[in-house]
């Protein structure tokens, strides 16, 4: 498995600078938390090291490639979720599913993703229109791709959004796991990770004016 490496970044949203200069790594087999009020850039920066947006300056390299050079191997690689759910509401969640395993070449098994689904606590609930879910059962249908794909790199921006007490220990508990078997997650949440998750590396983004 194989990490990321940003390499001085800055991002100019509206003529304001959100971050200058910025360089890390997140290496296999670690967990870091983006911390940072609203409007310093956190989603921005999760939406650079995804290759969705490109930085004004810098470069970020996956298996020590500029990922503009590598998109389609690095995507393979990679599971983002965003702070919304990105889930069709007149679809059901097992519809939802295979719709985004369609989407990204994975192949797509109903035992399987009826197995997913019992283990996020959605039984009974696959079948129904996504419009009829409570908001914490929509974003368990969205994290349910991270368990549908075998993915290196994990990019969650505000994944706890909705969850309650025993989903946030779910979620936690599964990130701990990849990050011990190789794999990098990178989060932002507007709540600390518990102990459950292991071990974490801050990620600091301050607001500029």
Known sequence: MAGLTAHTLTCVKRDRVLFADLSFTLPA???????????A???????????LS????????????PIAECLPQFHASLTYIGHKPGLN???????????WCAQHSIGFSLDTAY???????????????????????????????????????????EPFTALDVNGIKLLETHMRS??????TVITTSHQALSEVAGPVTLLDLEYRI
């Open 89 to 99: 509401s007149a679809l059901s969640a097992i519809e939802n599913l295979q719709y």
């Open 54 to 65: 490109l930085p004004d300056q810098g470069e970020i390299l996956f298996n020590d490639a």
């Open 178 to 183: 990849h990050v011990e078997q190789g794999g």
């Open 29 to 39: 087999g670690s967990l870091t938390y983006l911390r940072g009020p609203n409007g």
């Open 115 to 157: 197995k997913v689904l019992t283990i996020l606590g959605l039984v009974g609930l696959e079948d129904i229109p996504i419009r009829m879910l409570s908001a914490g059962q929509q974003r368990r249908v969205a994290l349910a791709r991270l368990w549908l794909k075998s993915a290196d790199v994990w990019i969650l921006d």
């Open 41 to 51: 850039g956190k989603t921005s920066l999760l939406r650079l090291l995804t290759g």
